[in-house]
């Protein structure tokens, strides 16, 4: 389903193409329907091996939760947690723990994995992470199948090169009319930053030029150094804006927006002593935040 030209397939299995049609051909004599329509050398799925694909691929994830949970359970600790995070979190956070978290727990081992709001929580479900540090409001606390703990409220700034001309000092902190006036880069539909920049520009009635629209936070920022543009960033990112070029000026009252930065995970997973000692860290972390909320 994934690869669906035979030598990609026998390729990532091992094993030689006679191999794959062979396996092919008993399982669907032992469904009984046709799964694949030849083509050439690629296989087209029919309707039915898509079915099939995403009831095997939920199985598995029910099974992969069911034995992590037996064995937290059982008092077993995993050597690695697979921690999902957005990107922005990759400059402050995320390092933060590398080196607090060795010093706390030496032999659990931090494995990271970025990617935005939508794809993580997608591959939580599927049960390839264990933890994600993501965007969210107050709807992650009211799922039934996941712990939510809130970190602290990531504020936006306005946010500009440091090359370009910069707001006047009484256009600060900024209003609707100076953000009317710019041509902005954002981030993609998925991303928690960008439902933050959304309902910034609802407050201005949809009437903002977007010029650009990036998958990474990354490169949105270092596009956003061209001087032409402006975009709306997270408060955090003022910290390090010498290195990254670029200037951070707070919004008005009445255009502010933030998001909440949480950690969710399967409720089983907050009994694990490894995953405790993460969201401890956690925590300490968030404190530093704690002067910059109103």
């Not at 006679?18 to 046709?34: F, K, N, P, T, W």
């Not at 970190?151 to 001309?165: C, K, M, P, R, Y």
């Not at 003022?238 to 949480?262: N, R, V």
């Amino acid at each position: 389903m994934e690869q669906t030209n035979m030598n990609q397939v026998a390729e990532a299995l091992e094993i030689n193409t006679l191999s794959v049609y062979r396996a092919i051909h008993a399982l669907e004599e032992d469904l009984g329907c046709v799964l694949f329509e030849k083509r050439g050398r690629s296989l087209v799925p029919l309707d039915a091996a898509k079915i099939l694909y995403q009831q095997c691929v939920s199985a598995l994830s029910d099974l992969s939760r069911a034995i992590d949970n037996t064995q937290i359970a059982a008092g077993i600790t995993p050597k690695k947690i697979r921690v999902g995070s957005v990107n922005s979190l990759t400059v402050d956070l995320v390092p933060h723990l590398l080196k607090a978290y060795r010093e706390r727990r030496p032999d659990v081992q931090l494995e990271f994995h970025s990617g935005s709001n939508t794809d993580l929580v997608d591959r939580l479900k599927r049960s390839e992470l264990d933890v994600l540090m993501i965007y969210g409001d107050h709807h992650l606390e009211n799922n039934a199948s996941y712990t939510a703990m809130k970190l602290f409220d990531d504020q936006i700034s306005f946010t500009v090169a440091a090359t370009s001309e910069q707001p006047q000092p009484a256009q600060i902190p900024i209003q609707a009319d100076y953000l009317l006036q710019q041509s902005f880069m954002t981030l993609t539909k998925g991303f928690g930053l960008r439902e933050a920049f959304d309902k910034v520009i609802d407050k201005l009635g949809g009437k903002v030029t977007v010029q650009s629209e990036f998958s990474s936070i990354f490169g949105l920022s270092f596009a956003l150094r061209s001087g032409d543009y402006a975009a709306l960033l997270p408060s955090r990112l003022a910290d390090i804006s010498t290195q990254i070029g670029l200037k951070f000026y707070p919004l008005a009252p009445d255009m502010a927006e933030s998001h909440g930065i949480y950690l969710l995970m399967n409720r089983a997973s907050e009994h694990n002593p490894a995953i405790r000692a993460l969201i401890a860290e956690c925590r300490m972390y968030s404190l530093r935040w704690q002067p910059h909320q109103n």
